[in-house]
């Protein structure tokens, strides 16, 4: 090898590894967080992130459920539609959306299976972000809105925000679960 290509590869490998890391660094599939939650776990967020990226990365089915339990430490098992049920005695459960309690979405005949979600930010008494998996098929989505749109102001009924500016048809809430034990 000439002084000339010695060269090149030595300052060529180390430019072309940037580059790749660089290109790698902006095509990641975790999702971009545009705001920052005081009442979540943040280490448990990334926790989660990182095991949904996993099973991604191996072909796997990512699933609401093992997301909001290891997003919010609510320990319970089993389907989404018995999660409120199960909560009862073991966890603290409201109609109040605090940071970083899980979402319990009833079933419905298009959702048998219910739905969890976490509450990343509370925007305002009537609208809420969520941290969520699976409602988009496999993908994990960060900062949802999602409105209170009960006539009683107790968000038993609430419309999701799918798309920016468009809320979906209208869910049933069983409540809210908090991640503190029952004492």
Same mark, same amino acid.
């Given at each position: #090898?000439?002084? $000339?290509?010695?060269?090149? &590869?030595?300052?060529?490998?180390? %430019?072309? =590894?940037? %580059?790749?890391?660089?290109?790698?660094? =902006?095509? $990641?599939?975790?999702?971009?967080?545009?705001?920052?939650?005081?009442?979540? /776990?943040?280490?448990?967020?990334? #926790?989660?992130?990182?095991?949904?990226?996993?099973?991604?990365? !191996?072909?796997?089915? @990512?699933? =609401?459920?093992?997301?909001?339990?290891?997003?919010?430490?609510?320990?319970?098992?089993?389907? !989404?539609?018995?999660?409120?049920?199960? &909560?009862?005695?073991?966890?603290?459960?409201? !109609?109040?959306?605090?940071?970083?309690?899980?979402?319990?979405?009833?079933? $419905?005949?298009?959702?048998?299976?219910?739905? @969890?979600? *976490? @509450?990343? /930010? %509370?925007?305002?008494?009537?609208?809420?972000?969520?941290?969520?998996?699976?409602?988009?098929?496999?993908?994990?989505?960060?900062? #949802?809105?999602?409105?209170?749109?009960? &006539? &009683?102001?107790?968000?038993?009924?609430?419309?999701?925000?799918?798309?920016?500016?468009?809320?979906?048809? *209208?869910?049933?809430?069983?409540?809210?679960?908090?991640?503190?034990?029952?004492?």
């Amino acid at each position: #090898m000439s002084v $000339t290509g010695a060269r090149k &590869a030595r300052f060529g490998l180390p %430019i072309l =590894c940037a %580059i790749l890391l660089a290109t790698a660094a =902006c095509s $990641t599939k975790a999702p971009d967080i545009a705001y920052s939650s005081s009442g979540i /776990d943040l280490e448990r967020r990334a #926790m989660a992130l990182r095991e949904v990226r996993e099973l991604q990365d !191996a072909g796997r089915r @990512v699933w =609401c459920v093992p997301f909001a339990r290891n997003a919010s430490g609510v320990e319970i098992r089993g389907n !989404a539609n018995t999660w409120w049920g199960k &909560a009862h005695g073991l966890y603290e459960r409201g !109609a109040q959306p605090v940071e970083g309690a899980v979402m319990a979405f009833a079933a $419905t005949g298009g959702m048998p299976m219910g739905h @969890v979600a *976490v @509450v990343s /930010d %509370i925007l305002s008494p009537r609208e809420v972000r969520i941290d969520h998996a699976n409602w988009k098929r496999n993908k994990v989505t960060l900062g #949802m809105t999602v409105q209170d749109v009960s &006539a &009683a102001n107790d968000w038993s009924e609430v419309r999701v925000e799918s798309n920016p500016g468009s809320f979906g048809k *209208v869910y049933p809430i069983n409540g809210f679960i908090y991640p503190s034990r029952v004492q």
